[in-house]
C-alpha cells in the first residue's frame, strides 16, 4: 500500500495516467431503457474515475428524456454524489423510454443542452436500443451543432471547440443478450433472484410432491433460463433460441413420470418468457402446466418470476464488472479521436476489452433474424460457443440414456474432495458423475478425502445418488485438508482392489499438491499411473493454474453482503470505522476483491507489503474522510497478511490515532464464508469445467483402452484452470515452478492489475496501467458468455 496517498488531488497524475489528463473535458453519463443492478457501480465508476482524472463529470437524470428536456436534468457529479451507491439496486440516476430522442428534432434540443455546458463525451450505460441511438447522436453531431449555430442557439466559436462527440456504451441488461460481451452488467445478479426463487421453491415442493412451472425473463434471449436450469437441475427448459423438437409434449410427460415412479419429489420446469415451438409459436407456462395436469393429473404450479429478477442488490460480480467497465470507459473517452468509432466496453474471459459498438449490435440482431426465420441450429451458434455448450452440457446432465444405449467403457473412475468445503464443491461432483455414466465408466465416490481413502471409503455412486447436489453447500462426499504422503501405500491398495482407472480430484491448493505428490510417487507405485485431473475449489482463490475457483464467488459475496450490512450500521451511528478480517490464508483475493465490490477504503493483503507509514496514511485518510458528509469508514484486511499487524493491532491503532474524529469497530467473518448455498456462478461454474474434466478422462482413457498402457508422461496429471481467455489442462509438475508452497499461494495473481482501482474510487493516488487496453479489439463471433466461463468452455 507504499504507493497511496491520502490527497486524492489530481493535480499530478501519476505516470500510466499522464497522457489522459481530463482537464477541460466535460463527461456526460446515463442510463438508460431497462435497468439493471450493476449500473449505479457503473455510474459510480465514471464519476470517480472522470474527476480523478480532472475532468468534470455530469449526470443526466432519466435517461435521453432528461438530455432532452436539459435543465436540472443535467448536474454535475461530485465525488460525494456517489457515495453509498454500489449497493442499491436499480439506477440513481433514472432511466426512462424517450420517443423524443427518436426525432431528429428531440436530438437537437438534446445536443443543444449539451453543447452549452461543453460535454462532448458520452457514457452509455443500456442495451443495444440505447446505444444504437447514441451512435446516430455522434453520426449526427456536426450537423446538428451547425443547425443550432444557424437558429442562433450557439455561436460559431462554440461549433468549432465542440467539433466532435465521443461515445462509449456499456451494456446494462439482465438477459445477456449483447453479442460481444461475455457478461451484461446486471445478469449474475438477476440470476441471483432466481436461484433464491428456485431454493425457496425445491423445499415446499418436496414437502409436497409437487412440479412447479417457473417463468423467468428473456422475450428474446433464453440465457437466464438455461443457466438457471442447468444451476438448478431443472427437469426441463424452454429457450428461444432452441424450441423442443416435434412430439416434446410426450417427452416432457414420460420424463416427469419417470421422475415420479423413482420417489422423486419434484419436478422443475423453467420457460423463457419468450419461449416458443419450433413453428415460432408462443409456449407460454400456463399451457405447460395445462399440459402437466391434462396428461399426468400432477399438482402443478406456475411461479412468474417478473420484476423480482430485476430488483435487489446487485451481486459482488456485477459490482467489480460495472467499476471494470466503467473505469475503462473514461480511459476510452479521454483517448478517443475524431475518427474513433464508438465502442462498448465488454468483458472477454478476464479482460476488460473495447470493440465496434454498431458491431456488436449488428451480431445481436442477427440473432434475432436466425430465430425469426427459424434458423434456430444458427440463433444458437450466433449467441456464442458457450451459450451453445450450456445447452449441450444441460442435455447431457438432465437426461439420462438407457442403460441399453450407453457403450460401456468397462472403467472405473474415482472423485474426490480434497481441502476446506468450498460452495459449489456438490455441483461439480453431481455433473462428473453424470457425464462420465453417461461416457459409459463406473463412478466412483471416495469420502472424507485422501484419509478416507487410505481407509476404503469408496463406494459405487450412480445417475440418481446426486440428484439435487447444485444447490447443496459444502461437501455432502467430505474433505479434509489431509496429503497423501504417509498413506501412499494404502492408497495405491485401494486403487487396486477398485480397479481405479482415473481419479478426479475438486479442491484447494491441497488438492493440486496431493496430485503432485501421486505423480512424484509412480516411480515406485504404478497404480498411480493413471490419468489424474484437478479442479480448483477453494473461496480463497489460492490455486497455481487458475485465475478463478469454485466457491470463490459464493465466499466473495458472503463478504459483501456483510461488507453491506457493516457500511449500513456505521452510517447510522456516523464516524465510525469498521476493521473487517476475510479469510483466504496468504492469499489476498478475497480481501482486496471484496474491498473493490464493497467500497471500502483500504485492503490490506500479503502479497502487498505495507509498514506503520501505510496505517498512519490510511488512518490520515479516513480522518479526512469524516470531514465531508461520508462519516464512516470500511477497512478490509486478509487474515494472514501480517503476522505483527494483526487485526487487534490494527483496530487499537486506528482507535487510538482516530481519537475524537471517529471510533472504531472490528468483525472477523471466520467460517461464514465457506458455508451457505452456492452462488449460481460456482453452480454452473463447477458444472461445466467438471464436466470438460470429465471429457478428457474419457479422451485419455480411450486412447489407453485395450493396450494395458501406463500413464507415465506429465501431461497425464493435469490441473484444469482459467487463463485470461481460455480453458487449460495444464501438467501439475509444470504448475509447482509457479507455486509458493510454503504460503500454498501462486507466485503471481492477475487480480493484483485490478488493486489500483480500489485505491483510485476510494480517493487514493495510484498507479494504474493502461498498456493492457487501449485498443479496439475486431468482434470475434465465438464469444463466450460468462466471466470464468470464455470461449473454450
Known amino acids: 500500500m507504499g504507493d497511496e496517498d491520502s490527497s486524492g488531488s489530481s493535480a499530478s497524475l501519476p505516470k500510466y495516467l499522464e497522457h489522459l489528463s481530463g482537464d477541460g473535458k466535460a463527461i456526460g453519463v446515463l442510463t438508460s431503457g431497462g435497468d439493471a443492478q450493476g449500473m449505479n457501480a457503473a455510474v ?51 432511466s426512462a423510454r424517450c420517443q423524443a430522442f427518436r426525432s431528429r428534432e428531440g436530438r437537437l434540443k438534446a445536443a443543444c443542452n449539451l453543447v452549452r455546458l461543453g460535454i462532448t463525451n458520452l457514457c452509455v450505460i443500456g442495451g443495444d436500443g440505447s446505444l444504437t441511438g447514441a451512435n446516430i447522436f455522434r453520426k449526427e453531431w456536426n450537423g446538428l451543432l451547425e443547425e443550432l449555430a444557424e437558429n442562433g442557439e450557439i455561436d460559431e466559436d462554440a461549433v468549432q471547440k465542440h467539433s466532435h462527440l465521443n461515445v462509449v456504451g456499456m451494456v446494462g441488461s439482465i438477459d445477456n443478450d449483447f453479442c460481444g460481451t461475455d457478461m451484461t452488467i446486471g445478469t449474475d445478479s438477476a440470476l441471483h433472484r432466481i436461484i433464491e426463487v428456485v431454493d425457496a421453491i425445491m423445499t415446499t415442493a418436496q414437502s409436497h410432491q409437487r412440479t412447479f412451472v417457473l417463468e423467468v425473463m428473456g422475450r428474446h434471449c433464453g440465457y437466464l433460463a438455461l443457466v438457471s436450469a442447468l444451476a438448478c437441475g431443472a427437469d426441463w427448459v424452454f429457450l428461444p433460441e432452441s424450441p423442443p423438437e416435434e412430439g416434446w409434449e410426450e417427452s416432457m410427460c414420460l420424463k416427469l413420470s419417470e421422475n415420479r415412479a423413482r420417489k422423486k419429489r419434484l419436478n422443475i420446469i423453467i420457460v423463457s418468457e419468450g419461449a416458443i415451438d419450433s413453428q415460432n409459436k408462443p409456449i ?176 459405487e455412486i450412480t445417475w440418481g445418488d446426486v440428484g439435487g447436489w447444485t444447490g447443496q453447500g459444502g461437501s455432502i462426499l467430505g474433505t479434509k485438508r489431509t496429503l497423501p504422503g504417509k498413506y501412499l501405500e494404502k492408497i495405491a491398495e485401494h486403487i487396486r482392489s477398485y480397479s481405479i482407472n482415473a481419479l478426479l480430484i475438486i479442491g484447494g491448493f491441497e488438492a493440486f499438491h496431493g496430485a503432485a505428490m501421486l505423480a512424484d510417487a509412480r516411480n515406485s507405485h504404478e497404480e498411480f499411473c493413471i490419468p489424474v485431473c484437478v479442479l480448483p475449489a477453494t473461496v480463497s482463490n489460492s490455486v497455481p493454474g487458475t485465475e478463478v475457483s469454485i466457491g470463490t464467488d459464493t465466499g466473495l459475496n458472503v463478504v459483501v453482503q456483510t461488507c453491506d450490512r457493516i457500511k449500513q450500521s456505521a452510517s447510522g451511528t456516523k464516524r465510525r470505522v469498521f476493521i473487517i478480517e476475510t479469510m483466504g490464508g496468504y492469499c489476498g483475493y478475497l ?162 492489475k485490478l488493486r489500483p482501482l480500489m485505491k483510485i474510487l476510494a480517493k487514493y493516488k495510484a498507479s494504474y496501467d493502461v498498456s493492457d487496453s487501449g485498443k479496439l479489439e475486431p468482434l470475434q463471433h465465438n464469444q463466450g458468455t460468462s466471466f470464468g466461463e470464455p470461449a473454450a468452455i
Open 44 to 94: 459510480r465508476a465514471v464519476v470517480r474515475m472522470g474527476i480523478y482524472v480532472g475532468s468534470k463529470v455530469y449526470f443526466i437524470y432519466e435517461g435521453y428524456q432528461g438530455m432532452v428536456d436539459g435543465g436540472s436534468n443535467i448536474v454535475e457529479a461530485k465525488w460525494e454524489s456517489v457515495s453509498s451507491i454500489l449497493q442499491i439496486g436499480g439506477t440513481i440516476i433514472g
Open 284 to 459: 407460454s407456462s400456463e399451457k405447460v402446466k395445462e399440459l402437466v395436469v391434462k396428461q399426468l393429473g400432477f399438482d402443478t404450479r406456475v411461479t412468474i418470476l417478473g420484476h423480482v429478477q430485476r430488483g435487489g442488490t446487485p451481486s459482488a460480480f456485477d459490482r467489480i464488472l460495472a467499476s471494470r467497465m466503467g473505469v475503462e470507459a473514461v480511459v476510452a473517452l479521454l483517448e478517443a479521436t475524431p475518427e474513433t468509432p464508438a465502442c462498448v466496453v465488454s468483458l472477454r474471459g478476464n479482460q476488460a476489452v473495447r470493440l465496434p459498438l454498431m458491431e456488436c449490435v449488428q451480431m445481436t440482431q442477427d440473432v434475432q433474424k436466425a430465430m425469426d426465420e427459424r434458423r434456430f441450429t444458427e440463433a444458437v451458434k450466433l449467441r456464442g460457443r458457450s451459450f451453445e455448450g450450456n445447452l449441450k452440457t444441460y442435455k447431457r446432465l438432465a437426461i439420462k440414456l438407457p442403460d441399453d444405449k450407453i457403450p460401456k467403457s468397462n472403467c472405473n473412475v474415482a472423485v474426490i474432495n480434497v481441502g476446506a468445503p468450498a460452495a459449489g464443491m456438490n455441483a461439480a461432483v453431481r455433473s462428473a458423475v453424470r457425464v462420465g455414466i453417461a461416457d459409459g465408466h463406473k463412478m466412483f465416490a471416495i469420502y472424507d478425502g485422501f484419509d478416507g481413502f487410505a481407509k476404503g471409503q469408496v463406494k
Open 591 to 752: 480481501a482486496n476483491m471484496g474491498a473493490l465490490a464493497s467500497g471500502a477504503d483500504a485492503a490490506y493483503i500479503f502479497e502487498e507489503p505495507f509498514d506503520i507509514r501505510d496505517l498512519q496514511s490510511n488512518v490520515e485518510h479516513l480522518r479526512d474522510k469524516m470531514k465531508t458528509s461520508i462519516q464512516r469508514g470500511l477497512v478490509l484486511r486478509n487474515e494472514s497478511c501480517n503476522v505483527n499487524y494483526t487485526t487487534d493491532f490494527i483496530y487499537q491503532l486506528y482507535s487510538e490515532e482516530g481519537k475524537g474524529v471517529f471510533d472504531c469497530r472490528k468483525n472477523v467473518l471466520g467460517h461464514m464464508q465457506q458455508g451457505g448455498s452456492p452462488s449460481p456462478f460456482d453452480r454452473n461454474f463447477g458444472t461445466k469445467i467438471s464436466a470438460r474434466a470429465m471429457e478428457w478422462i474419457t479422451e485419455k482413457l480411450k486412447g489407453s483402452q485395450g493396450t494395458g498402457k501406463k500413464f507415465v508422461s506429465d501431461d497425464s496429471v493435469c490441473l484444469l484452470g482459467i487463463r485470461k481467455r481460455d480453458l487449460l489442462f495444464q501438467p501439475v509438475v509444470q504448475l509447482k515452478k509457479e507455486s509458493d508452497f510454503e504460503h500454498r499461494i501462486p507466485k503471481q495473481h492477475w487480480w493484483l
